[in-house]
């Protein structure tokens, strides 16, 4: 009986030894980084690679030493690409998990749920998300890296000015991505005094439509074709333009700008232009291109540890990161407010995506040469400026 | 008679506003507060479509709909034109009354299945036009909702408020405002139960024919607890809408409607204490299975079967059953 007692009595002396140590050696409090991402449901192909990415880097920065001397943390969940359990998670990070900065937001719609709050918080807010409202007007604690539809719009309308056109026909989905990115031509051609003469839509749900390309090609004067979707949608338009022998200059968004997509149009892709990432072409881009370095790297390393292929989301989950990691080294502290600030005013950041210069009127710090136009040549991408 | 009913009603009664005082206990911080304010606000809204499918056992699967309707109509009110919340959240409740009487009145003629794929395709109708009409609802990117405000007093989560000289945060006052909206929700819908209209929709639910052969007005009591549904779905809509400080079309989605039938069937139908269980049930689970993280919606899954399989009846009259059958054998075993 004593001598079970007594295994046991050094049994905890064992354990406590143990934890004092473990204590000791985790003084240093760690990094809360909190993240709500749409790993699962509809959004996956968004939430899945930016989780990844996340997870691979938080660990490699803890092996490394950390930030400050401080571990890193990363706390996620999934919104499943619902905006009010985005809503829900962002306040469970902000209120229980008492995060230091979050990075995350899959979708638009994820991502302005969870504004509001995070506004009142004040906690500093990266967004993965695309749209131009995220950051437009400027959020004091809100901002973003993935490009802007409205700097997609641009970069598509100047080269299409470059090749002489000035009349364009529009297609566009009525999804979240496709109005807004529709909104967003229509500002800009004005702008840039081009005319948007035909100007026709598609529901997510469409498999067929010959109808409205039909419609585009019967308009008088249109010399290029731009459609702005997301999902299944563009591919299908896209073979419906081949099978209609459009002979047009044709343009897709950044949205479908990923391998799956090349996979889905096929044949049919061939010729079309879109803005995108430099990550779709690493090898070609040339070697004075500051970008090159970190956009090898990070495919490299991305495509190692996952075994899969790498894609431009993660690489907004990237950026979202080491912008994150930037500004708390800037700062010397976590204390939010010093945070946000220096974000403000990171300059010269070279990422994935582009080189982020941020300011206090501009969160989002990417301007539209960040894109690359690309065209589809021998069913690859191919860079051509 | 009258008066045992009363004291019974009473005692139900009086247990949740115990429970809903105690709950404070255990909250150890303001998300837990946002939680419970939450499951209060959606649990009243279970109880009034509880009255529609455990008593007037018709099915409604797009009471999020409604929800939804009210949250926008409260939203745009207080938000774009700058009406104070109580006449926005009354003036939505009528309007939303309005709109299921009218679309309730033919629907409602329908029976069983049909009547269900009647309602499945008013929540649609409503979602698509909350999706669509950018220019009013912000479209599937959701719109800002301003705070809940009276006479210039604003409620907001962020706020802090002095209640008898105690310092208490903006979620704690959500809190105890959604318990009391909860009790007012309970004590009205146990009242209605009880009333002759409850008992003229208990006939209906037994059987319509015995009913209408026994005098019964079938059709208008059926359109009178539609209609007194959806104005507690659209109350309860707009209540969410200021919690939540953010509405996206989701909140009229045809994912929330299932969630408010499951919760109903799941609680217990046809028992307005069980349909509030069901909403805990089914608020908490997702938060607690965050942690399991690729497994979550496999283990949610897993709980709705074993609960629907070993629990038909729903949670808490199993557990009621299963606690006065307890009670009874051990008093036996006495005498």
Known sequence: MLKIMMRRARKCAVVAAAGLMMMSAQAAEPIKIGSFLSITGPASFL????????????????EEGGVLGRPLELIHYDDVGNASSARNFASRLIRSDRVDIIVGGSTTGATMAAVPLIEQAQVPFISLAGAVVITTPVKKWVFKTPQSDRMAAERILTDMKDRGVSKIGLISGTGGFGSSGRTQTLEVAEQMGMEVVADVTYSGSDTDMTAQLTNIRNTKGVEAVLNFGFGQGPAIVTRNYAQLGMELPFYQSHGVASDSFLELAGSSAEGLRLPASPLLVPDSLPDNDPQKEVVQNYKAEYE???????????????????????????AGSTDPEAVREALENIKGYVGVTGEFNMSPDDHNGLDADSFRMLEVQNGEWNLIN | MLNRFMQSRLRGLMVLALILIIIPAFLSNPFHYELATQIAIIGATVVGLNLLVGFA????????????????????ATGTYGWPSVPALLVGAIVVGIIAWVV????????????????????????????????ITGGPDGMPVPAFEVFGWELSSFGTYSLFGLEISGVQAWY?????????????A?????SPIGRALRSVHGSEVAASVVGVDTAKYKSLVFVISAIYASLMGGLYAHFQGFITPAVASFEFSILFITMVVLGGMGSTFGVILGAVVLKLLPQVLADFQELETVMFGLILMLTMIFMPKGLLPTLTAAVSKRLRKKTGGKA
């Open chain 1, 47 to 62: 939430g899945d690679p930016e989780l990844k990415t996340l997870e691979m880097y938080v660990e490699k920065i803890n």
């Open chain 2, 104 to 135: 309730g009145r033919p629907i409602l003629r329908l029976k069983g299945h049909y009547l269900s794929m009647a309602t499945l395709a008013v929540g649609f109708i409503i979602a698509i036009i909350l999706n669509n009409e950018r220019a």
């Open chain 2, 176 to 188: 105890m405002f959604a318990s009391g909206v909860l009790l007012l929700a309970v004590w009205f």
């Open chain 1, 304 to 330: 190692a540890r996952w075994d899969s292929k790498v894609s431009t989301f993660g690489a907004y989950a990237y950026d979202g990161l080491m912008l994150a990691v930037r500004a708390i080294e800037e």
């Open chain 2, 190 to 194: 146990l009242n209605l139960i009880e």
């Open chain 2, 57 to 76: 056992g018709q099915i409604s699967l797009g009471h999020a709909g409604f929800f939804g309707l009210g949250a926008y109509f409260t939203g745009i």
